[in-house]
């Protein structure tokens, strides 16, 4: 996975992903065995194509490529195919799943 520093905040943020995030972490809990950070949006670093209204939404969707998760410690695509357990991010690539 390639990092890059974050173009407002001294962050890593993720040089291949469609979208990210540069969060500033303003309190952190500790609550049942894990933790909740409560931060502040300062920056969004997203792929221009992605507001592109020339291109459909489907297409749109395909670029950006977002992961969810149903508390099953496993991660998915939004056509429901499982890419992945939690905390297995660092095999995807070795295993040809994007």
């Known amino acids: 996975v390639q990092i890059e520093r974050g173009a407002v905040l001294p962050v890593p943020v993720l040089a291949d992903s469609p979208w990210c995030f540069e969060l500033e972490v303003i309190n952190r809990f500790e609550m049942d065995g894990g933790e909740i950070y409560h931060c502040v949006i300062r920056n969004v670093l997203a792929d221009e194509r992605?507001?592109?209204?020339?291109?459909?939404l489907d297409e749109r969707m395909?670029?950006?490529?977002?992961?969810?998760?149903?508390?099953?410690?496993?991660?998915?695509?939004?056509?429901?195919?499982?890419?992945?357990?939690?905390?297995?991010?660092?095999?995807?690539?070795?295993?040809?799943?994007?």
């Open 50 to 56: 992605l507001s592109d209204e020339k291109l459909d």
């Open 62 to 98: 395909r670029l950006a490529s977002p992961v969810v998760t149903a508390g099953i410690q496993r991660y998915f695509s939004l056509n429901s195919h499982s890419i992945g357990a939690w905390g297995q991010w660092k095999h995807l690539r070795e295993e040809g799943t994007h």
